[in-house]
């Protein structure tokens, strides 16, 4: 058993969560809390109704997520969300979020875990928001089907290729999540190739007028590798079960 509250100062304390700008829905940190103590942490990407549940039914004190309960604001407490708090309190599930810190966190995070899973060689950081860059630059030499091919072991799933530059492949952006959108910043940071995981329609016209690949690996598959590694380094640290709760949105 540990206690909550030292999980949640390590956790703020790891993952920089005061110092680290996101949007306004995130609300980083603890979202929910319960009587204090902690033997079995889940890890989801989404803190979801069936998510809650699932952790529920797992035997789950603390649910750690990379999307947390607020991302459309402020809500009244009926119908799902009601449901949701409500099961969450009465089975003493504590839920927390990182977002962009999850995100950006060089060892933790899901961008260096999935260039890391690619055996791709970061050089650098790029994709400024907020004065925060949230994207890594790497270095590659492969061909744009090999890089397909070991994005889509990586990521356990289908991706989606605009082919809009060189077949060989030298300069990688990547930014999991839903970062097709910052195309053009990436096509002017010099890279032939940007990986995310999922952008809107017009992301994949501009990537091919840019010259630049463009891979949608998808917005929850590129986003499963922070939260797994943190239950990994919680249960680790604190002596504690976990479980993954995997609730895919094919998105």
Known sequence: MASLH?????????????????????VNGLQLENGGSVT?????????????EAAVAAGADLLVVHHGMFWQGTQPLTRAFYKKIKTA?????????????????????????LAAEL??????????WKNLQIGLLCRARTSRD?????????????????PGGPE???????????????????????VDTFI?????????PLAEELGVN???????????FGVKALADRLARDFALEQVFIDHPTGL
Not at 6 to 13: P, Q, S
Not at 40 to 52: E, I, N, R, W
Not at 119 to 128: A, D, H, I, S
Not at 146 to 162: D, F, I, M, N, T
């Open 6 to 26: 030292e999980i949640v100062a390590f956790l703020d304390g790891e993952l920089g969560i005061p110092g680290i700008p996101d949007y306004s829905g995130a």
């Open 40 to 52: 079995k942490v889940a890890a989801a990407v989404d803190a979801s109704l069936p998510v809650v």
């Open 196 to 204: 995310t995981g999922e952008g809107p329609h017009w992301s994949y």
């Open 119 to 128: 055996g791709l060689e970061v050089r650098g950081k790029f994709l400024e």
């Open 146 to 162: 090999a890089l397909k091919s070991r994005l889509e072991e990586a990521v356990g799933g289908p991706v989606h290729v605009c």
């Open 168 to 190: 060989d492949i030298r300069v990688i952006g990547l930014c999991t999540g839903g970062a097709g959108s910052q195309i053009a910043e990436a096509a002017a940071a010099g």
């Open 214 to 224: 463009l891979f949608y690996a998808g917005h929850y598959a590129t986003e499963t």
């Open 89 to 113: 309190m009465d089975a003493g599930l504590a839920i927390y979020s990182a977002h962009l810190p999850l995100d950006v966190h060089p060892v933790l995070g899901n961008n260096a875990l």
